[in-house]
């Protein structure tokens, strides 16, 4: 699911856009369905105005991290509950 202009700290610091709770199915997954989703809301960031996509995952052995790092994000320092916060800067 896309987030735009989200209030990222609940006091209007940073409004932030991205990606939230993106699953394939596992049988699915390398068919390039992650891909086109994060390729399509990226490009509706920018549509908007958006210089940043970010996302958040679980870290593990198992996690979508190596996916993540692959298109391009990279993780910022910050944690959402126990996940990590990856952004994308968008050309």
Not at 53 to 71: A, D, I, K, Q, R
Request: aromatic residues 14%.
């Amino acid at each position: 699911m896309g987030f735009f202009g989200i209030d990222w700290y609940d006091d209007g610091s940073a409004l932030r856009s991205g990606l939230w709770r993106l699953n394939i199915a596992a049988g699915e997954q390398g068919r390039g369905y992650g891909r086109f989703a994060v390729e399509s809301v990226s490009a509706e960031i920018r549509r908007r105005g958006g210089t940043e996509c970010y996302v958040t995952w679980h870290p593990g052995e198992h996690g979508p991290e190596n996916f993540y790092l692959s298109l391009g994000f990279h993780p910022n320092g910050e944690k959402a509950e126990e996940e990590t916060v990856g952004v994308l800067t968008l050309a």
